[in-house]
């Protein structure tokens, strides 16, 4: 059964830098589209991005601009960063794997990260 | 504001059928035959229900199905369970530029 764990600082300063990685247990991270989407507090669900095992990657238009997201294929992590935080940055983060965009078929449980000074 | 609508709240009574919407646009849901569905229990990870429009997973029941007319889609679940009180989520592929929408979320609750 493949699982996913996202792990990182729950609390971030305005401006800094959100980093966290997804650890894929259970099954290969090559192959596959691992995604980043978030949920802030009340409100739905929003797509970050993904990247594909071969570290090609494709972001939300909106967020383009300041994130990142990178695959260690020798690790079974794949990471997301997300630069000059504000509040409205503040959302459970979850990480997911997809056989093709859009259909994600593991979820992992996500993590709450706070951005707050 | 999300760029799919779907009904803030539905509700039905054990054993009764009901339909969750997912409206978009030309643009997205309207274009492409790619709209999944998530069940989500809070604390809980996300459930993939429906792919594809209509496609269900190996292991979702069958009591769940999902359809779609022009730029609106549906997820109906029929012979409502306890078990099937969550929130719901749409998603759609969106062209090459804006690429994945979610819906906002629905609450289905049991009564």
């Known amino acids: 059964q493949v699982q996913l764990q996202a ?10 830098t959100l980093s966290l990685t997804c650890t894929v247990s259970g099954g290969s991270i090559s192959s596959y589209f691992w995604s980043w989407i978030r949920q802030p507090p ?5 797509w970050i991005g993904y990247i594909y095992y071969s570290g090609s990657t494709n972001y939300n238009p909106s967020l383009k601009s300041r994130v990142t997201i990178s ?24 990480c997911a794997r997809g056989p093709a965009v859009p259909t ?14 | 504001q999300s760029a799919l609508t779907q009904p803030r709240s539905v509700s ?3 054993g009764q059928s009901v339909t969750i919407s997912c409206t978009g646009t030309r643009s997205d849901l309207g274009s492409y035959d ?22 269900r997973p190996s292991g979702v029941p069958g009591r769940f199905s999902g359809s779609k007319s022009g730029n609106t889609a549906s997820l109906t ?28 979320g629905t609450k289905l609750t049991v009564l």
């Open chain 1, 42 to 46: 009340g409100k739905g669900l929003e």
């Open chain 2, 77 to 104: 679940i029929s012979g409502l369970q306890a078990e099937d009180e969550a929130d719901y989520y749409c998603c759609s592929y969106a062209g090459s530029y804006t690429l994945v929408v979610f819906g906002g």
């Open chain 1, 7 to 16: 792990s990182g600082p729950g609390l971030v300063k305005p401006s800094e």
């Open chain 2, 34 to 55: 790619y709209v999944s569905w998530y069940q989500h229990h809070p604390g809980k990870a996300p459930k993939l229900m429906i792919y594809d429009v209509s496609q």
């Open chain 1, 104 to 117: 994600i078929d593991y979820w992992g449980l996500g993590t709450l990260v706070t951005v707050s000074s």
């Open chain 1, 71 to 94: 695959v260690d294929t020798s690790k079974n992590q794949f990471s997301l960063k997300l630069s000059s935080v504000t509040a409205a940055d503040t959302a459970v983060y979850y």
């Open chain 2, 12 to 14: 039905g009574s054990p």
